[in-house]
């Protein structure tokens, strides 16, 4: 380092010690170039290295996990072709669907009933109050007296809650 301190120009080129020196100094300057150089190829080396580990590490994470993910769709998948498969369940999954449907029709029916006969209690009470069939009918359904298709419907509704023919 003392070498690389000491300009040129302290030396005489007349004393052969001095020229020795800096041939020396030269040489060891050189070293130095050719050994950074070398140390920097290796620390480049070593980055690209742990680069590409990284990137490896990196596929190998995305490569289980897509993995993982086609393996659970494909057991989700079975799962449901064994429970569509299997004949005791799909018949017990048609008989629980059949006693629901039934269920709601029962329930359907008697809300229809429970909507007539409250129709049919309020078309009395209006009779008794002294309202004829159109009056009644304009009251309840809200349609004027008329040909129009809504008032046609009403009044087959009216016949038929009243057994009118």
């Known amino acids: 380092v003392c070498l690389w301190l000491a300009p040129p120009f302290i030396f005489s080129r007349k004393i052969p010690l001095h020229n020795f020196m800096q041939g020396v100094a030269l040489a ?15 620390v480049a080396k070593a ?13 190998d994470v995305a490569d ?7 393996v659970a769709e494909q057991q989700r998948r079975n799962e449901a072709e064994l429970l569509i498969a ?9 008989r629980a669907l059949a006693l629901s449907s039934e269920e709601d029709e029962q329930e359907n029916v ?9 129709l049919r209690e309020r078309i009395l009470q209006l009779q008794a109050r002294g309202y004829g069939k159109g009056k009644i009918i304009s009251e309840i359904w809200q349609v004027s007296k008329g040909g129009s298709e809504k ?11 009243t057994g009118e023919s």
């Open 28 to 42: 060891s300057g050189f070293a130095c170039c050719f050994e950074a150089r070398r140390c920097a190829l290796k």
């Open 47 to 59: 980055e690209e290295f742990e680069a590409m580990k990284e990137r490896a590490i990196d596929a």
């Open 64 to 70: 289980e996990l897509s993995t993982s993910i086609y």
């Open 86 to 94: 299997s004949s005791g369940d799909r018949e017990l999954l048609e």
């Open 110 to 118: 008697q809300r229809d009933q429970n909507d007539d006969d409250e």
């Open 151 to 161: 008032y046609k419907a009403a009044e087959a509704e009216y016949r038929r809650l």
